[in-house]
């Protein structure tokens, strides 16, 4: 069970580093455009989305171990 838990950590350690980037993207004033700006925001929310998923299902392992 402890490399199912390494394997999540990694994936949402990674997730936070590409999420980070984007925002430092947006805050930067990068976008050159409302288009690109909406993507970006997009990608964003999507890896929210996914961290709270990957948050849930680390719960639900803690719980089923106990």
Same mark, same amino acid.
């Given at each position: 069970?402890?490399?199912? &838990?390494? =394997?999540?950590?990694?994936?949402?350690?990674?997730?936070?580093?590409?999420?980070? !980037?984007?925002? !430092? &993207?947006?805050? !930067? +004033?990068? #976008? %050159?455009?409302?288009? %690109?700006?909406? *993507? =970006?925001? +997009? =990608?964003?929310? +999507?890896?929210?989305? #996914?961290? /709270?998923?990957? /948050?849930?299902? =680390?719960?639900?392992?803690?719980? *089923? %171990? %106990?």
């Amino acid at each position: 069970m402890l490399n199912d &838990y390494k =394997v999540l950590a990694h994936v949402a350690k990674e997730m936070e580093k590409y999420r980070q !980037a984007q925002e !430092a &993207y947006v805050a !930067a +004033g990068r #976008a %050159d455009n409302i288009e %690109d700006y909406r *993507s =970006v925001c +997009g =990608v964003i929310r +999507g890896l929210n989305l #996914a961290e /709270n998923i990957i /948050n849930e299902l =680390v719960q639900r392992m803690e719980k *089923s %171990d %106990d």
